[in-house]
């Protein structure tokens, strides 16, 4: 089948099309929003630091919906026998995958020792994942960045992946970015440093019995398209969060299945049933899940006094199909 230049292989990558782990973001309301959209999308987890799993709330961390799946848990830690526990906690959870965090360059995440700055310690990453490679099923993939400060010279990926690898590791998710570690706010490392999907591409050739998916600045299906040509997949961040309905395409584009049939209202329908059944069940305020479909009608007539009657927290007291019912209600005209 030949979709859009396209040619679907009768067997695909797993992670031919993700999300993104995004802090604040990509909790289970969220995912539960996102696979709606698309049901063949891998969906990722906010980072969860292993300090969390071993010392708070496991359920509180770990809890997620079973239409999630494909859902993977991302980890941050640094210490093979911590990671090694969370990442036990996650298969035992149901969890598709482990991810370990190699590529967050916030200073809180330094000070924790791990995210970005693990690349310069490449045999460190390599005794984290063996450790959890050694106790789990599930694949154990690492999200990384190309390099770190300004030194942009290929070699350093390169052996980071190459060493990581020779532990276990097969799945490699590559924000193509280098993460300056001073001076740059996590905002600014998204925007700053420059794209390089070039490295990425030799990674691939270099390493061709490797997965690559690719990570940074891809926001339309022409780019997509372009790295798929190439890699084994494509991770969409931030523009998967902010215009959601773009994944309602991604079944029927880069998985050659059916398109989605549901309309935007149809998502908004169901995501107001989860409101109430996750009210009932676990006390979750709506605007806590409404947030994160704001995005739902992004680019249409009357989006704005939409999304506005969503974000209102004076009818935070209403059931969440009465706010609904609001948001389509036509304006009152002066």
Known sequence: ????????????????????????????????????????TLLYTEMVTTGALVHGDVQRHLRFNAEEHPVALQLGGSEPADLAHCARLGEQWGYDEINLNCGCPSERVQRGAFGACLMNEPQLVADCVKA???????????????????????????????????????????????????????????????????????LKADFPHLTFAINGGLNTDAAVQEQLASLDGVMVGREAYH?????????????????????????????????????????????????HMLGLRHGLAGSRRWRQVWSDHRLKGLPPHEVMALAHASPVEA
């Open 1 to 40: 089948m030949l979709l859009l230049g396209l040619s679907v292989e009768p067997t695909l990558s797993p992670w031919r099309m993700s999300v993104a782990p995004m802090m604040d973001w990509t909790d289970r309301h969220c995912r539960y929003l996102h696979r709606l959209l698309s049901r063949h």
């Open 243 to 291: 215009n959601p309905w773009w994944l309602a395409r991604w079944d029927a584009l880069y998985y050659g299945a059916s398109e989605n049939t549901l309309t935007r209202e149809d998502v908004e329908a169901a995501m107001v049933d989860y409101m109430a059944r996750e009210a009932a069940a676990h006390g979750t305020p709506w605007a806590s899940i409404a947030r």
């Open 132 to 202: 959890m490679v050694d106790v789990v099923q599930v694949p154990v993939t690492v999200k990384h960045r190309i390099g770190i400060d300004k030194d942009e010279s290929y070699g350093f990926v390169r052996d980071f992946v190459g060493t990581v690898a020779a532990a276990g590791c097969t799945v490699f998710i590559v924000h193509a970015r280098n993460a300056w570690l001073k001076g740059l706010s996590p905002k600014e490392n998204r925007e700053v440093p420059p794209l390089r999907y070039d490295v990425v591409r030799q």
